[in-house]
């Protein structure tokens, strides 16, 4: 399935075809990316444990300075974090609180702006780099972080990416190759950022929606230089771009509260677009097989199922939109694709779906999840098995197929919100305070 779409995890740019065939399937064993080498929350050669505890398959475990939810971004020996630390004295509360603003912590020390790389084997870390420094100019939702973007990598530079405080390129020696200030999002509520960079070839996209005008931009990722930059009629999102290649033409998808749009990652004009999603869209697409799934909740609730083939300028109404959902939708975790399933949680609750992707018909579901609260990570799944990490530290693990099975349940002292990897036998876990690599550990 997934070598019938090319997602967003064709990296490198290089003009032998034997050689870009070799580095996209070494970027299928990665994890270079927020959501995984399909941008679909797949591995398709994943096989971590299915049962693990405080004594149980914990390979290592190793405490990570600062807050921050980025997800693990893993290539080869490599894994890399972002994280915000703070420092210096206590400051006064800011006053200029956004408007609606609730449930929102302001930065009351100033923080290094950190990119860690840790050994794969042990979880040593190997090199800690500031890349930037300074007070955020605004708030965060109290369950956010300064560090809530994800890095990308290809396999040879890491690019860190920490929104209204820089974009950074590194060597994987932790040397800084160069820098971009984008300026500063100014985000609904004061809520917070957490849009991650998409990387196709040698394009990183970047999705900057918020209060003021929002545009999507596209950078060279050799010199940090931009190649163009369109400007979009958004309030704020936090989506993640997903560039998608249909009949030989990339696509970027970005979804938002006005439109979903699809731009020519080659100059940026608008291929197709389509209404229909509510306000503060934090779900990312997903895509496979010619198809783009697309959905949030927060005002309303509504999924939208797009073809792409023959999608072009305003699909909205159209028979480009092959089936729609308006219950149990997702609002911050991002639905899993999944060997033709579709799978998705009712806001960011332990609510779960599960859909035949092609034609939108219920396999079951809406089904309680024992054990799991709220869900900030994004879905992932791996082998026949799908992966559901609540904020409470305990991640359910479901048989994949057309029926709800409970596998196990997996408990650890930590809470969880950042989105989980999965690289060969092993699963990530981010914690507030350590990264776990959950593998098979055998018993004396």
Same mark, same amino acid.
């Given at each position: 399935m997934y070598s019938a779409m090319i997602i967003a995890a064709a990296f490198a740019t290089l003009p032998p075809a034997s050689t870009m065939r070799e580095s996209k399937l070494e970027a299928a064993h990665q994890w270079a990316q927020w959501r995984g080498p399909l941008g679909t929350g797949a591995s398709p050669h994943g096989n971590p444990p299915v049962t693990w505890g405080v004594d149980k398959n914990i390979?290592?475990? %190793?405490?990570?300075?600062?807050?921050?939810?980025? $997800?693990?971004?893993?290539?080869? #020996?490599?894994?890399?974090? %972002? %994280?915000?630390i703070p420092y210096g004295e206590t400051l006064p509360s800011p006053h200029d609180h956004a408007p609606g603003a609730h449930n929102n912590v302001s930065a009351r020390r100033k923080q290094n702006f950190v990119v860690l790389a840790l050994r794969r084997s042990d979880g040593t870390i190997l090199w800690q780099q500031t890349v930037g420094y300074g007070?955020? +100019?605004?708030?965060? +939702?109290? $369950?956010?972080?300064? =560090?809530?973007?994800?890095? *990308? $990598? #290809?396999?040879? +530079? *890491?690019? =860190?990416?920490?929104g209204s405080n820089g974009l950074y390129a590194l060597d994987f020696d932790g040397d800084l190759l160069w820098e971009q200030d984008l300026g500063d999002m100014h985000i609904k509520h004061g809520h917070g950022e957490g849009s991650s960079p998409a990387l196709y070839g040698d394009t990183l996209i970047i999705n900057w929606d918020h209060r003021d005008q929002s545009f999507v931009i596209a950078i060279d990722k050799r010199t940090g230089k931009q190649r163009w930059k369109m400007q979009r009629d958004e309030g704020t999102s936090w989506s993640t771009p997903l560039v998608v290649e249909h009949n030989g033409r990339q696509q970027v998808i970005i979804s938002a509260t006005n439109r979903v749009r699809a731009y020519d990652l080659s100059d940026g004009h608008v291929i197709w677009e389509c209404a229909g999603l509510s306000g503060n869209v934090v779900a990312s697409p997903v895509a496979a097989d010619g198809m783009v799934y697309v959905a949030n909740s927060y005002e309303t609730q509504v999924m939208l199922a797009i073809r792409l083939e023959g999608a072009k300028g305003d699909i909205t109404g159209t028979n480009a939109v092959v089936w729609t959902r308006d219950r149990h939708t997702p609002y911050v975790p991002s639905p899993l694709l999944f060997d033709g399933h579709l799978y998705y949680l009712k806001h960011y609750q332990g609510v779960l779906t599960c859909v035949d992707a092609k034609t939108g018909k219920t396999l079951y579901g809406p089904q309680r999840v024992p054990g799991i609260g709220n869900v900030y990570a994004s879905l992932v799944g791996a082998a026949d098995r799908v992966y559901i990490v609540s904020l409470n530290g305990t991640t359910a693990v479901l048989r994949r197929g057309d029926t709800f099975e409970l596998v196990a349940q997996n408990t650890l002292n930590d809470t969880f919100a950042a989105s989980p990897a999965i690289v060969g036998n092993e699963l990530y876990l981010r914690g507030a305070r350590h990264l776990y690599c959950i593998a098979s550990v055998p018993h004396d």
């Open positions: 390979r290592w475990k %190793t405490a990570i300075p600062g807050r921050g939810q980025s $997800t693990p971004i893993v290539w080869g #020996d490599r894994i890399f974090l %972002t %994280t915000a007070r955020p +100019h605004d708030s965060t +939702h109290e $369950t956010g972080t300064w =560090a809530s973007n994800s890095a *990308v $990598t #290809d396999g040879e +530079h *890491v690019y =860190a990416y920490f």
